[in-house]
C-alpha cells in the first residue's frame, strides 16, 4: 500500500517511516526501491515500546529537514496501534511532536485470508504471523478493533460468500471505520490519506466489544444493527451480518466464577467464537477486577484492576457466528461459584494466564 501511494500520492508530497522488527528491515529496502527520495528506517524494535523515543526523534527532525505534505508511519506487523497513537498525538512520555503535524489517519491493512483461517479450527494457521510468540488472532484483531480505515485485502483468494462471511465479522468487531475490500492493496488516495477520521475517543470507545457492554439487552443481541456505510445488504434487505449468522451478545451474572473451573472452560476454544472480551469475577481474587481477552484460540486472562466503589459483576462480550447463546450460558453457568466455594482457598489459583 505504501508503495502504491508513492507511486500515486494524489498531488501530495510523501515522506515515509518504515518500522520492523529485524536487523535488517525488508519492508523498508521494498518501499526505498519505488521511491527516489529514500525513506526513514527504524529497525530491529517496534515503535509501540521500545523505539517510542526514536520515532518522535525522527519524525521531528523530518519536519525541520524536509518539506512534505504527508508523513506516512508503516508500523512493524506486530506494533499495537494504540501506544503509537499515543506517541504521535503527544499523550505519551516520549516528548511532543511539532505543532504543524496531526495525526490524520490510522489504516489497518487486513489480510483476508489470514483472517478466514487463522478463525476456523479446523483449518491449519496460514504462514502469516510475524511472530510467533504472539498469535496471528491477536494481531489481526488488534489491527480491526483500532483504525479509521480498514483494507481487507487479498480478497481475490477468498471466495465470495467466505469473504462476505470475514467482511461481517469484522464489522461486528470494528463498526466505526471505513471499509474497502482490495487486491494488492489498489485503493484511490483519497481512502486513506486527508482523510481527517481519527478520533482518539471515538477509536477507543467504539470498538465493537464496547459498544456491546455498553448498549442495552436489546441493542447487544443485534450483532446487525450498524449503519455501516458500504456494508452491504443481501436480499430482502437483509444485513451481511444477519446473512451469515454473525453476532453477538453479553453474558451478565452477579456470581463469581470458580477459577479453575473458568479456566479449564477458556481452554476449551469454540471456533465460532471470534473474540470473547470484558471483566470477571472470580471467587479467588474477590477484590480483583479479572480481565478476560480473547482472539480466536489466543486467551489471556488476569487481574486489571480492583472493583473499589464498583459492584463486582461478571460482563462479557462474545461475537462470532452462529452462536448458540444458551449453550454458552450454560456452560459459563456451570463455571460459577457455589456458596461454599465463594468461601474457600484457592492455593493453585491459575490466573493470571496466557495461552497462545
Known sequence: ????????????????????????????ELVASESDDGVIDLSNGCICCRLQDDLVTEVTRLAETRSFDYLLVEASGISEPLPI??????????GNLPERLRLD?????????GFWK???PAESLPDAAPDPERPLTDVLVEQVEFCDVLLLNKCDMVPGDALDAVEAEIRELQPRASLHRTTYSEVDPTRVLDTGRFDFEAAKRHQGWKRALTSDGAEANHGHGHDHGNEHAHDGGVSAATAHGVESFVYRRDRPFHP?????????WRGNVVRAKGFA???SRPEAVLGVSQAGPSVQAGPIGRWEDDDPATRLV?????????ALCGELDDCLATTD????AYPDDPFPRESP
Open 281 to 283: 469475577w472470580v471467587a
Open 260 to 268: 479453575n473451573r473458568l479456566d479449564a472452560w477458556l481452554d476449551d
Open 85 to 94: 497513537a499515543r506517541t504521535l498525538t503527544g499523550e505519551s512520555n516520549e
Open 118 to 120: 487463522a478463525f476456523d
Open 341 to 344: 466455594e465463594r468461601a474457600a
Open 1 to 28: 500500500m505504501v508503495n502504491r501511494l508513492l507511486d500515486d500520492p494524489g498531488g501530495r508530497e510523501i515522506a515515509v517511516v518504515v518500522n520492523d522488527m529485524g536487523e535488517l528491515n525488508v519492508d523498508a
Open 318 to 326: 462474545f461475537i462470532g457466528r452462529d452462536l448458540d447463546e444458551a
Open 105 to 113: 489517519t490510522t489504516v489497518s491493512v487486513i489480510d483476508a485470508y
